[in-house]
């Protein structure tokens, strides 16, 4: 510990601590600009200047570190007036624009101005012009003359991203901040310069102009896009949701969000929003009341009995929405039907001890195990990039590299079975780790069935090992502990599709979830859905799934309900209702309560323990054909597919055309050129795509993306060898 003296008062604080900090400790205020709690110190806008004995100048309190009887002075005229200067200076190019700046009313050059400014400018000098209103991103605004260069945008972008997009350009007066070569500034986490900005310089495009921070209403919540969880603050304005803003969860997010996160919120307000309850009448669909619509499903659940009564999803509920769920299948209708898995994840029993985001930071060895994090779950793919740039080693194994030559990949796999399985090369990399001490952690997208069981053996092996499991659905470890997993004799989700095929099924109830888009073999399940005689949907709109629905129910947005969910780590994240829902749209939660009190059931009861699901169960996914030539692969993207990302304007710009990637000898071979339209035939299905290549595409792979409605990849066999043909390019033309 060390013994300093800050405006008198004594302290002492670890080796290493910032003057600034220790400051703070006391509750003692200094001023800053350029400082940020999750940046390196820097030292750039000099606004948090103090005295310290000896030292011939004042020095800045956020980059000099304590030392043994240091004597520092905050609060000293010297100290008062640099303030006031280096506000002077800052202000003596700003535009003061206030009146029209976003940021007006949390700014903090303007907090810092009213607090420890000086009542009038001397400057009489006519001011240095920059640029307004500049496009920087597909969701950000630059405004130069308000940029004070503190570069906490740099910083996040080098520090953090490590990405190099943006950088001051210029020199003297004229520096400013912009992208190299003028380029979009189109990282996926780009909202986080907004966030970071002290001043009104960099805006999101999404909330320009819409509110004061007067006007707002906010609650602390958690972004529910993704299985990561991160802590939000979420803005409404008259009840209307305009903004969603990082929190800083050590544990999870670090104050940090993804754009899918960010910039998804419109969905809530969609005119696509389902409102009112449909019932088919004479085979369309119609608003009906909610008693008419409940009575109906009631009628239809009671006179299905519990064997013919199948339930999918569950992994888009809170928690409690999830325990309620499970209380009205297996205890008020008595099945055993009931899985959350709608896609290609299988169950995520955990064969290792449960792993934490944090235990990146610790690992000695990262394995991506067929998932792509930067895709996936974006925030955790932030705490990947930092151990990389520790020099932590991370193996990749499945169909494309994403951290780009120099890591070890290993492209396996059940798609090109002369490599060998993805299981075997874990298995090869298990015997190589071996005795391994550290932590290694294994991030897995839940899909490989042979993974599954290699990771029973990991356990042994390596007690160190840590497993995270990238949902497919946000609460998918929520569902599964309160168990919306087949009970004893009930049937998976592809089994249930399959009785529904066969008409051995007589109501199937999809909760939140769009198996016409997600599930493996979309031909199973489009025949299920037109098979089924009485198809019930919950969900926000009418997805592609409901088409055959013959009840239709919406529910509340997970911005308009109270309760909690469980995130990858099996963490408790809060969920806080921002605005009611419209139309007093009920949540899924009171959907659920209302069928167990029509059913006959108790719902004020405490609910029972879910009972233990049954052991993971495979998807039927067919066999890859022996035949030569290429085989397609899946990959879920950041802005594809998903219930509620289509339906948030603010994503469009940079929601995905279908494509297909290529690894370049592959599109040599095939004479195909990047941007060719090709159009792409596995058995019966045909899609129409565009090509693009990259080394980073294993050879003999033709990599689609997941869940696009305009090319849905599950009428594609995973692993099946496919053809490319040319669109010859007058068929394209609208
Ligand atoms: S744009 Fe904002 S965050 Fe970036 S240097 Fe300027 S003031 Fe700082
Ligand atoms: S990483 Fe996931 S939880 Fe976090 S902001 Fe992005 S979508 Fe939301
Ligand atoms: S906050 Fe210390 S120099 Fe900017």
Not at 323 to 349: F, N, P, S
Not at 400 to 416: N, V
């Amino acid at each position: 510990m060390i013994n300093l003296t800050i405006d008198g008062r004594q302290t002492s604080v670890p080796e290493g601590t910032l003057v600034l900090h220790a400051a703070r400790e006391l509750g003692i205020d200094i001023p800053t600009f350029c400082h940020h709690a999750r940046l390196l110190p820097f030292g750039a806008c000099r606004m948090c200047l103090v005295e310290i004995e000896k030292a011939p100048k004042l020095q800045t309190a956020c980059t000099t570190v304590v030392s043994e009887g240091m004597v520092v002075r905050t609060d000293t005229e010297q100290v008062r007036l640099t303030r006031q200067s280096v506000l002077e200076f800052l202000l003596a190019n700003h535009p003061l624009d206030c009146p029209v700046c976003d940021k007006g009313g949390e700014c903090e050059l303007q907090d810092l101005t009213h607090r420890w400014g000086a009542p009038a400018s001397q400057f009489r000098e006519a001011k240095n012009r920059k640029g307004k209103a500049l496009p920087f991103g597909p969701f950000i605004v630059m405004d130069e003359e308000r940029c004070i260069l503190c570069q906490r945008c740099v910083r996040f972008d080098q520090e953090v991203l490590g990405e190099g997009g943006i950088g001051l350009m210029g020199r003297g007066f004229r520096t400013r901040v912009g992208t190299f070569q003028g380029r979009p500034y189109d990282t996926p986490f780009s909202g986080n310069v907004v966030d970071l900005c002290p001043v009104g310089a960099l805006t999101s495009r999404p909330y320009r102009f819409r509110a004061r921070p007067w006007d707002l209403t906010s609650v602390a919540s958690t972004c529910l896009h993704c299985s990561v969880g991160c802590a939000a603050r979420l803005d409404a304005r008259e009840n209307h949701w305009v903004r969603l803003r990082g929190a800083d969860d050590p544990a999870v997010n670090q104050g940090w969000l993804c754009d899918r996160g960010r910039y998804g919120f419109g969905f809530a307000a969609s005119p696509e929003r389902l409102t009112a309850p449909q019932l088919r009448r004479g085979g369309k669909l119609a608003a009906t009341s909610w008693e008419e619509a409940l009575d109906r499903v009631v009628q239809a659940l009671r006179e299905a009995g519990p064997d013919r009564v199948g339930i999918i999803g569950g992994g888009r509920l809170t928690d409690q929405e999830a325990a309620l769920l499970h209380h009205l299948g297996r205890q008020v209708l008595g099945t055993a039907h009931l899985d959350r898995r709608a896609g290609r994840q299988l169950t995520a029993t955990p064969h290792l001890a449960g792993g934490t985001l944090e235990d990146l930071d610790r690992a000695a060895h990262i394995v991506l195990i067929g998932c792509d994090p930067e895709e996936t779950a974006p925030v955790l793919a932030l705490r990947v990039r930092q151990a990389l740039r520790r020099g932590t080693p991370v193996t990749e194994l499945g169909p494309w590299q994403t951290y780009g030559p120099g890591h070890a990949w290993i492209p396996p796999s059940r798609w090109l079975p002369a490599v060998g399985s993805t299981a075997t090369a874990l298995a090869g990399l298990r015997e190589e780790l071996a005795g391994q001490d550290q932590p290694v952690v294994l991030v897995w997208s839940g899909e490989d069935a042979a993974v599954h069981d290699e990771l029973a053996r990991w356990r042994q092996a390596m007690p160190g090992a840590r497993l995270l499991i990238v949902g497919d659905q946000p609460n998918a470890r929520g569902a599964e502990a309160a168990g919306l997993l087949p009970g004893s004799g009930g049937r998976s989700t592809p089994e249930l599709l399959a009785a529904a095929a066969a008409g051995d099924l007589q109501v199937l109830y999809l909760v939140g979830v769009n198996p016409a888009l997600s599930f493996p073999d979309g031909a199973l399940v489009r025949e299920a859905l037109e098979k089924v005689p009485f198809l019930v949907v919950q969900d926000l709109f009418a997805t592609e799934s409901a088409r055959s629905a013959h009840a239709l129910l919406p529910v509340a947005a997970w911005s308009e309900k109270t309760g909690s969910w469980s995130n990858l780590e099996g963490r408790h994240r809060p969920l806080a209702a921002l605005t009611p829902a419209p139309e007093n749209l009920p949540d899924d939660g009171g959907i659920f309560r209302e069928l167990i009190r029509r059913l006959g059931g108790e719902v004020s009861a405490p609910l029972p323990a879910p009972a233990p699901p049954a052991a993971a169960a495979a998807y039927p996914l067919s066999t890859p054909p022996a035949a030569e030539g290429l085989r397609v692969a899946t990959v879920e993207l950041t802005y594809s597919g998903g219930g509620t990302v289509l339906h948030a304007p603010a994503l469009s710009p940079v929601l995905p055309e279908a494509w297909v990637t290529l690894h370049p000898e592959e599109a040599a071979r095939r004479d195909l050129a990047p941007g060719q339209v090709v159009e792409l035939s596995c058995g019966d299905s045909r899609l129409t795509l565009s090509v693009r290549t990259s080394a980073q595409v294993a050879p003999g792979l033709a990599l689609v993306p997941r869940r696009l409605p305009h090319s849905p990849d599950n009428l594609l066999t995973e692993g099946a060898a496919v053809a490319l043909t040319p669109v010859p390019r007058k068929e394209v033309l609208p």
